[in-house]
């Protein structure tokens, strides 16, 4: 009778510690969870978006929750699998190649904001990619704007000067870095074998995607693909660059200038100025061109990321004031992003802010974010799609074989057949 | 009369005793096995399924990914397991020794392995096996190589880590069968052996590993089932799960992708599963046939 008794005991106590658990969410202010997935990048940003909001809505508190990006990805698409809605936040950041197939995949899942926001002053390429239907469901935050970013000092010993890397070609890169390597020993470029992300930056930068307009897979016969896969092995194979596994051992590479230079989206400066000692020695050029293609450009794109509500959220309403409010109108926010986070926002009035025009001494005194905007302006759109991952898994089983000189056609055909067979 | 009523009044109580247990398998192991079945018939994107027939399974034999995840996760089935259950049958005949000395310093240490986490081991057998991680800074010093391997960048290195790995944690919990069953074997049959000058080689093969034979079968399913779910050191190990190139990538990560990663494809996802159901069917059915006593 007495271990019947504990044990009813223990159950009511469990019973009643969740019952309490309830009652305090429910009695506490408004609370806004957010999931991001970089403390120092989208985090610190959210952060200081939370701050200022709280000055103007003492009653609202945001919480931000990190995760690591595919974990975020993950928990977000099996709990809206699931059908379930009670662990989902209130405000999620979605990367810009998932946004599609998340909408499209989970429809009436999230909030469109359209009554909410102004989409006239975001830039057109971030609102077209978060529109179904006529409906746009994102906040726009930060573009991947790409750049060469480099080590002016360690070039400068090989004789090459800024002058000489404004809008080249990838095969006059190439050129660079085995005079680097003959003159300073130097490695150019680390290159992660894993990670198709340099495939998905040439292809944009030429206007193309794994996929047309309409959706439909464009590989097979895609001449800016080829021609991306064909630039990527002169490149591997000049050897002007060191093989690096996962993402710590990438960014480790050139900060600790193991490598002179990478080529990426704009958010790796936060990353880059990280490293205070390395102040001046750093600076950026245009992302190189593909030669011999139609529509190649100095300008691409690479990640990006958005802010979306939940509609199951029971702050629905804060959340997308909040979002409105500070991420949709406050250019001095931008501003303070910018300077702190190099995080570079998609409202196009931000652009007219002191920040963007100021130069930076981290990078040699040159107005670093006024080019950046710039080449923000030229990025070709393309469309892409909600089967991205699906190629880039595809892709990423091909890399070995462009590397060690496979036959660049035969690759693209065992794409384009494991693609066709995915998207279903 | 009456007992025919207390008979039946036994059987009620006996029915209700077991009712919690046997609803709480239903609703969490019968019907989701049931419904996980019905998925597997299911075509369609996200949460818009709609009945597919066979279609999935026609997907199965043009989808180049599911061979490539079929064909390593035998691979590492083939050669995994057999060697780990070779060195843990050695092991346990060496520590079994009653003279050893310090035997239960060496048991623990090679049992420990399997109760350290999943994660943990993981995370510690990647930097350990990282471009300039410990491994290849050892064989460097001492010359065994010249140039530093690419562990997780190559093909085939990639799948040597994963079996290494694998191995290193399992060992030790196979041995600890195979001890505990020499432990049952009657010692005056070594005894006899030994009278009769049969060296040591001979008592292992022709009385210990006879004498282990269920005990064998029985790891062997277990290792096969372990291996052909396995998940957690090819989605942790390398730098991105099933990296380089697809050439870690089980069925159970393939699984894991279709739902979680990529478009979801939950009726697929389901289908690959029952592939992993059918094999371990065939798998264990085939092992205990092969180690089916013969009657005389």
């Known amino acids: 009778m007495t271990r019947l008794s504990t044990g009813w005991k223990r159950a009511a106590a469990v019973a009643l510690a969740s019952v309490s658990m309830f009652s305090v969410t429910a009695a506490s202010a408004v609370e806004i969870t957010v999931w991001c997935w970089d403390p120092n990048f989208n985090g610190a940003t959210m952060k200081e978006a939370a701050e200022r909001y709280a000055a103007l809505h003492p009653d609202v508190t945001v919480n931000i929750v990190d995760f690591a990006k595919a974990d975020l990805e993950t928990k977000l698409q099996a709990q809206l699998a699931s059908g379930t809605t009670d662990g989902l936040p209130d405000i999620v950041l979605i990367e810009d190649y998932g946004a599609q197939k998340y909408l499209q995949s989970f429809p009436g899942a999230f909030e469109p904001l359209n009554s909410a926001v102004d989409y006239s002053g975001f830039a057109p390429y971030k609102v077209e990619l978060a529109t179904v239907n006529g409906q746009t469901y994102s906040l726009p935050f930060d573009s991947g704007v790409t750049g060469y970013f480099y080590r002016s000092d360690l070039l400068g010993e090989a004789g090459f000067t800024a002058a000489d890397l404004q809008d080249i070609t990838w095969d006059k890169l190439i050129e660079i870095g085995k005079t680097v390597k003959e003159k300073t020993g130097g490695i150019l470029l680390p290159i992660d074998p894993n990670d198709a992300g340099w495939l998905r930056i040439m292809m944009q930068s030429a206007g193309s995607w794994y996929f047309n307009a309409d959706g439909s897979v464009h590989i097979a016969d895609n001449p800016v693909l080829k021609a991306s896969m064909e630039t990527y092995q002169r490149l591997m194979a000049a050897g002007i660059s060191k093989p690096v596994s996962g993402w710590t051992e990438y960014t480790g590479s050139f900060t600790s200038g193991d490598t002179l230079s990478t080529f990426t989206g704009v958010w790796m400066v936060g990353t880059i100025k990280a490293n205070a000692d390395q102040s001046g020695k750093w600076a950026i050029a245009p992302l190189p061109a593909l030669d011999g293609v139609e529509g190649a450009t100095n300008a691409s794109n690479l990640g990006g990321s958005s802010w979306y509500v939940l509609s199951s959220s029971a702050e629905k309403a804060e959340a997308v004031d909040f979002l409105a409010e500070i991420w949709g109108k406050d250019v001095d926010f931008y501003q303070k992003i910018l300077v702190n986070q190099g995080a570079l926002g998609s409202l196009l009035a931000a652009r007219e802010g002191d920040a963007y025009k100021a130069s930076d001494d981290f990078f040699g005194g040159t107005p670093v974010w006024q080019n950046f905007s710039d080449w923000l302006g030229k990025i070709p759109a393309v469309n892409y799609g909600i089967f991205t991952n699906e190629a880039d898994a595809a892709v990423a089983a091909q890399i070995p074989n462009i590397t060690s000189g496979g036959n660049i056609d035969e690759i693209i055909a065992a794409i384009d057949a494991q693609v066709r067979q995915q998207v279903q | ?296």
């Open chain 2, 1 to 296: 009369m009456a007992q025919s009523g207390l008979a039946r009044n036994e059987q009620v109580s006996g029915w209700l005793f077991v009712m919690p247990a046997l609803v709480l398998l239903g609703v969490f192991m019968i019907y989701p096995i049931l419904w996980s079945l019905w998925m597997s018939f299911q075509v369609g994107r996200g949460m818009a399924f709609s009945f597919g027939g066979f279609a999935n399974i026609v997907r199965l034999t043009q989808d180049p990914v599911f061979i490539r995840a079929l064909t390593n996760t035998l691979t590492f089935l083939a050669i995994q397991v057999p060697i780990m259950l070779v060195l843990a049958l050695l092991f346990a005949n060496a520590l079994n020794d009653s003279k050893l000395w310090g035997k239960g310093l060496f048991r623990t240490a090679i049992f420990l392995p399997c109760v350290t986490s999943l994660v943990a081991y993981s995370v510690v057998f990647r930097s350990m096996f990282a471009a300039d991680g410990v491994i290849n800074q050892f064989l460097l010093f001492t010359h065994i190589i010249s140039d530093p391997i690419p562990w997780m960048a190559d093909p085939f290195w990639s799948k040597v880590v994963i079996i290494s790995a694998i191995t290193w944690r399992w060992t030790g919990y196979n041995m600890i069968f195979y001890l505990a069953a020499m432990q049952n074997i009657d010692r005056s049959i070594y005894e006899a052996a030994k009278i009769d000058g049969v060296p040591a080689w001979a008592r292992f093969w022709y009385i210990t590993v006879p004498m282990l034979k269920p005990v064998i079968l029985f790891t062997t399913v277990i290792s096969t089932i372990g291996t052909l779910q396995l998940f957690d050191e090819p989605n942790l190990i390398p730098s991105t799960p099933g990296a380089p190139s697809d050439s870690t990538l089980t069925l159970s990560l393939y699984i894991y992708n279709l739902s979680f990663k990529f478009m979801p494809s939950f009726g697929y996802a389901a289908t690959v599963s029952y592939v992993i159901v059918v094999m371990v069917g065939i798998l264990t059915l085939i092992q205990f046939l092969a180690a089916r006593e013969r009657r005389t």
